[in-house]
């Protein structure tokens, strides 16, 4: 039977991202990927090699932003191991229905000036709108590259400008006031509070829906974050598509002495004396863990499917009742589409710039658009009858992924993953069929056309994933590959539970990571990096507190002096 030192459920990026820092910090690691490619949600495939060869697609991440918030490709070297970034700028793009359009540019003054052709208020508003939200990116981003419950950590993370940033939110008492009532707010309401002009209104509720909340849900308001880390870190997408960032990863786990074998799904994992000691695949394979299993599946599939019950009981006779009932997956998922083009689409009726295409295409007619596009699958209706979407034409800016001349085109569209009146047909019971995908896709292509005429017949194939067929092919739960809802109530210490927010569990030497821990979903690699620290500080205590305590004092003095420097300016 072969023994490792650590055995990681899933190949996914944030499962890659942990194997590499515990191999640099001694350990031996096998990564056992139930795929016959590892990547999990961020791959690169081949997707319609008859119909449509030589086009790449990039089935479910597309635009990385939230990776650029910490230190991964910089401390896993990962240009050596082959990932190069394209930045896109402009970052989004917008029409709307009377000839106007948002293009936002990775620049703030740039995308304002780009406002103010049609609204001067705006344009300054919008300034102050991403000022507030780049200041509370800031303050945040120290949080989201440490585990949630560690303060030393954090604060070891703390630089000058993170404490300026800080402290001009945490000032006077009504200045503190107005950040906790802006988080407790909805998006809706704060984009109304800030602006006037519907053409801009509507992108920034969608981009603040991206996190599957509707602009009207309140204290969601953080969802603004998604148009602010557009401008700074910026937006950038892997040479070679996604799979790009996984492939050089696997290449880092390898050089480092990590084994990664696919095509083994686990079935359950072994616990003897309230101690995680290894798993047994479904073909009855055992491995064994001489110091600790990781999980990156989510908490619910985790303890529900994966260990026995009693083992579960015994470590905390309260735990799978509330993984069961307290964790919240709502039913808002994916429909997605991705089409092989003989041409790019282009938006005549706004004056089409090829520019148009280098970020994210969002078809938001309206915040009531938008606002729909989330409330009808959560009541399990599909919005299609004129349907809001996120597209992506990435073969833009980068040729390698189409035949030369040629392009592809990426869809998200939200639907139901429990089509309302349907139970118990289709796929999975989910009422989800063929000829039901088909008709939206129809729908949502059509949709499109109405800005970009020749998409339509500019489709040479297409590829339709359902909701329970992402949810069969990568394993996340309804479809949803945030892996749990996020929302404020299952952020930070609250993800996937208090109890389990810090990555290890009640069960020892067993800990989770992936996009259902801390900081969430997204292509961050952060859960993995902030498992593997955890799971360092338990192992080797003494050593790994000395180091953080070292970098929370090297990181005050440099805060000082930088805040000192920053005084002495002005």
Known sequence: MESYDVILIGAGHNALVCAAYLLKAGYSTLLLEKRSI???AATTEELMPEEAPGFKFSPCAINHIFIHLGPVVEELQLAKYGLEYI????????????????????????????IARYNTRDA????????????????VVPIFNSPPKSLV?????????????MLSLLGPANETLDLIRTALTSPRDQINEYFDSEFLKAPLARLSGELSNPPSQKAASFGAMMMALRHNPGMARPKGGTGALSEALVRCVQDLGGKILTDRPVKQILIDDGKAVGVRLTNGQEYRAKEGVISSLDAKRSFLHLIDASDVDRADS????????RIACHNEAILKIDCALSEAPRFIHHNHQDEFLHGSVLIADSMDHVELAHTD??????????????????SVTDPTLAPEGKHTLWIEFFVPYDIAGAKGTGIKGTGWTEELKNRVADRVINKLADYAPNVKDAIIARHLESPPELEERIGVVKGNYYHLDMTLDQMMCFRPLPELANYGTPIENFYLTGAGTHPGGSISGLPGRNCARVFLQHKQPIAQTIKDAGNTVVSAAKSTLDLFKSDSKS
């Open 38 to 40: 590892p990547g999990g």
């Open 87 to 114: 930045w896109c700028d402009p970052v989004v793009f917008c029409p709307h229905p009377d000839g106007k359009y948002f293009l936002a540019r990775r620049s703030i003054e740039e995308t304002c000036q780009e």
């Open 124 to 139: 300054a508003k919008y300034a102050e709108y991403m000022d507030f939200w780049q200041r509370f990116v800031s303050m």
């Open 153 to 165: 950590d954090m604060a070891g993370n703390f630089n000058g400008n993170n404490f300026k940033n």
């Open 318 to 325: 309260k735990l799978r009742e509330r993984v069961d009932r």
């Open 377 to 394: 699958p959560e009541i399990g209706r599909i919005p299609d009858e004129n349907p809001s979407m996120y597209a992506v034409v990435p």
